[in-house]
């Protein structure tokens, strides 16, 4: 390897340094799948599947750069006067620089700027997350409960405009939502019991399903394909087990979901239990 490192450096710092590139190009030459490449490239973020989605990704990349940028810097400086004001043979003790007053105010104020950065960036792409729909396509009213979800198609118009159909789920047979590329829907989240999150990774996103409390958030799904969900709110025993799947489809295929659901008797709004609506001060999802 094409590896040239000084002559006059002792012997085991040369050692060191030969295991150190020697274990980098072993990394770099390990088989990463294609897959992997693409993840890397994202820096792990899953693909987003919403309108939503190209924001928060922009986020996260940009607070990566912004922090590996700032690590650079420091550890840059860190290592400069490690290098620069060694112990040398003359035995001196460097200048000692104290009560710096420029050097000060520059490390209060440099923080405080990046920290109003940051926080005007999460507010903006928060408030972009946030933002509702004026007429959804789709409503959906999803409920968490311990320990499975169900899924409320309210009033359709791809079934007739009228009808609300659901479809449950247990841990052993996981519900799958499904949704319709390009359109618009509305969640509206409630639980009868305890606190559960509604997480699908590919929104980049996720909301507490909290009992007395209806969160709701709209996006239009970007993307065809099944992918998975999950509660990601520590909720008790089956936790884990809190899975679904989301199939974004066509109009046509949805359609035939929601004809399915109402052929097998599952007409009506479904949520979980009545403590929903008797929560003082609460109104029921769909009320
Ligand atoms: Cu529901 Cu964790």
Redo the contacts with the bound molecule.
């Keep these: 390897m094409g590896l040239q490192l000084p002559k006059r450096m002792p012997a085991r710092t040369r050692r060191v340094g030969l295991l150190l590139a020697g274990a980098a190009t072993l990394m770099a030459l390990s088989g990463c799948s294609a897959q992997e490449k693409e993840s890397i490239k994202r820096l792990a973020q899953p693909i987003g599947i919403s309108d939503r989605t190209p924001e928060i990704h922009s986020l996260w990349m940009w607070t990566w750069l912004a922090a590996i940028s700032t690590g650079i810097v420091v550890w840059g400086l860190i290592g400069y006067v490690v290098v620069k004001y060694r112990r040398r043979s003359d035995d001196e003790i460097p200048v000692q620089t104290r009560y710096n007053l420029p050097m000060e105010i520059l490390y209060t104020i440099a923080p405080v700027v990046m920290v109003l950065v940051f926080f005007y960036w999460t507010v903006t792409v928060g408030n972009e997350v946030q933002r509702k729909v004026a007429h959804p396509d789709h409503t959906i009213d999803v409920v968490?409960q311990?320990?499975s979800w169900t899924f409320n198609y309210v009033a359709d118009k791809d079934l007739d405009g009228q009808t609300t159909v659901f479809q449950p789920g247990t841990t052993a047979d996981p519900p799958t939502l499904y949704l319709v590329k390009g359109e618009s829907v509305r969640f509206n989240l409630s639980s009868p019991d305890v606190i559960?999150?509604f997480w699908v990774p590919g929104f980049l996103t996720k909301l507490d399903v909290m009992p007395g409390l209806h969160n709701s958030f709209d996006l239009t799904p970007t993307r065809y394909g099944t992918y998975r969900g999950k509660?990601?709110?520590?909720?008790?025993v089956y936790?884990s087990r809190?899975l679904f799947n989301v199939k974004i489809v066509t109009k046509a295929e949805y359609a035939a979901n929601l004809q399915r659901l109402k052929a097998a008797g599952n007409t009506g709004l479904a949520l979980g239990s009545r403590e929903t609506y008797t929560i003082a001060g609460q109104k029921g999802a769909g009320e």
């Design positions: 968490g311990q320990w559960h999150s509660c990601a709110e520590l909720c008790g936790h809190m």
